[in-house]
């Protein structure tokens, strides 16, 4: 994305360059609640909303990767962090409103560099050809007033959508690789399985 015009603090910015997402890290013990849960590839279709194909596709080409376990060869499952499965959703949205795919991996590599409270109350908005990022609904009226903006994901709104979407569905114990079952009466495979295991 170009970072074409000022920015400040008080005004939206376009999302920087990245040459490189961060590097992965382990996580004291302490921090590690999130971390020690990971969803396999259709639990994170379902609460993206997107097709297998389209999930399999963005991991292949480093698109959104998984951060808790890639897949090694065949057989081997990915496991997506709860993050990961907001970004998956972030990332469907931007490509159905014909964001281009450059942008997009900009957008990911900056999401992916925020802390938690920081995701929770930004909202991204494009004009088509830039994405910016706002972070006071300031910025965001400001954006509209300068008839750049077009759309905008508000990121925290899909952090509670995905949030509901996986409280129903299954998860896995990184540790043990256990399913978590969840609420979801309809689903006696994984009770099946952690019976049988």
């Known amino acids: 994305m170009s970072s074409t015009g000022e920015s400040s603090a008080a005004n939206p910015c376009p999302l920087p360059e990245a040459t490189a997402p961060p590097a992965a890290r382990r996580v004291p ?7 020690e849960v990971g969803y396999r590839g259709p639990t994170a ?14 991991a292949r080409t480093g698109l959104v990767e998984p951060s808790v376990r890639p897949a090694h060869g065949s057989g081997s499952q990915r ?6 499965v907001v970004v998956l959703k972030i990332v469907k949205r931007l490509l159905d409103t014909g964001v281009s795919l ?17 995701l929770s109350q930004m909202t991204l908005m494009s004009d088509g050809a830039t994405v910016y990022e706002c972070s006071s609904p300031d910025e965001v009226a400001e954006l ?12 925290g709104v899909v952090w509670r959508d995905v949030e509901g979407a996986l409280a129903q569905l299954h998860a896995e114990c990184v540790d043990t ?17 952690n019976r049988a295991g």
Do not use: K, M
């Open 45 to 58: 279709c379902a609460a993206a909303g997107i097709t297998y194909r389209q999930l399999d596709y963005w």
């Open 177 to 193: 690789g256990e399913t978590i079952v969840r609420d979801n009466p309809a689903d006696e495979l994984a009770r099946r399985r």
């Open 102 to 118: 450059q942008n997009i991996r900009t957008a990911v590599r900056h999401l992916r560099s925020q802390g938690s409270g920081v």
């Open 144 to 155: 509209l007033q300068g008839g750049q903006g077009v759309f905008g994901i508000a990121v």
């Open 79 to 84: 496991l997506y962090s709860f993050r990961d």
């Open 29 to 35: 013990a302490a921090r590690r609640r999130s971390e």
